[in-house]
T-cell receptor
Framework: KAGVTQTPRYLIKTRGQQVTLSCSPISGHRSVSWYQQTPGQGLQFLFEYFSETQRNKGNFPGRFSGRQFSNSRSEMNVSTLELGDSALYLC?????????????FGPGTRLTVT | GQQVMQIPQYQHVQEGEDFTTYCNSSTTLSNIQWYKQRPGGHPVFLIQLVKSGEVKKQKRLTFQFGEAKKNSSLHITATQTTDVGTYFCAGVPGNGQNFVFGPGTRLSVLP
């Protein structure tokens, strides 16, 4: 089976811009979760989508949003970018809800905001 | 709020020495998972523990889930340079729904 893929792998944006990141889960996986990873804050949960519905949401401002399509592919969007949004954004897929089964992580998208 | 803590934050060991990282939650966890992230890589699932007091082994790695399901540990016997990385515990608190990761323990192994 192909692993979790994320595009793009690297991205440089300017403050105030918006960005959309994409995640393709492992075939057959219905859950996609997004995480923000920074050196200071570790792995922070953003949200989880399961069968096109947002099931859980972490403690992030409304500028962070996401969606999941019928083929389980997911996108996350960050509007009005701030310098502090610079991070590695990881998505993870799982056959069922995160926490019930192991999660498979993608390689991440490294976002730099200047 | 719900927090999952890990100690130590960093650990430097000589190759061949043992290593242990501890994970503690403020509330009961329904289960606990452990992940390893190599430098420059992404987290990779190691194991899941579900039952109170459960112990599982994977070669040189031993995982334990506390009786109260609030803590867990990962012990590596005779570390090797391939063990280098950050080890995260993660779980869903019994009264919550979000999957929470601990801050991780970064292991360095000196040859």
């Amino acid at each position: 089976k192909a692993g979790v893929t994320q595009t793009p792998r690297y991205l440089i944006k300017t403050r105030g811009q918006q960005v959309t990141l994409s995640c393709s889960p492992i075939s057959g996986h219905r859950s996609v979760s997004w995480y923000q990873q920074t050196p200071g804050q570790g792995l922070q949960f953003l949200f989880e989508y399961f069968s096109e519905t947002q099931r859980n949401k972490g403690n992030f401002p409304g500028r962070f949003s996401g969606r999941q399509f019928s083929n389980s592919r997911s996108e996350m969007n960050v509007s009005t970018l701030e310098l502090g949004d610079s991070a590695l954004y990881l998505c993870a897929s799982s056959p069922q809800l995160a926490g019930q089964y192991e999660q498979y992580f993608g390689p991440g998208t490294r976002l730099t905001v200047t | 709020g719900q927090q999952v803590m890990q100690i130590p934050q960093y650990q430097h060991v000589q190759e061949g020495e043992d290593f242990t990282t501890y994970c503690n939650s403020s509330t009961t966890l329904s289960n606990i998972q452990w992940y390893k992230q190599r430098p420059g890589g992404h987290p990779v699932f190691l194991i899941q523990l579900v039952k109170s007091g459960e112990v599982k082994k994977q070669k040189r790695l031993t995982f334990q889930f506390g009786e109260a399901k609030k803590n867990s540990s990962l012990h590596i016997t005779a570390t090797q340079t391939t063990d280098v990385g950050t080890y995260f515990c993660a779980g869903v608190p019994g009264n919550g729904q979000n999957f929470v990761f601990g801050p991780g323990t970064r292991l360095s192994v000196l040859p």
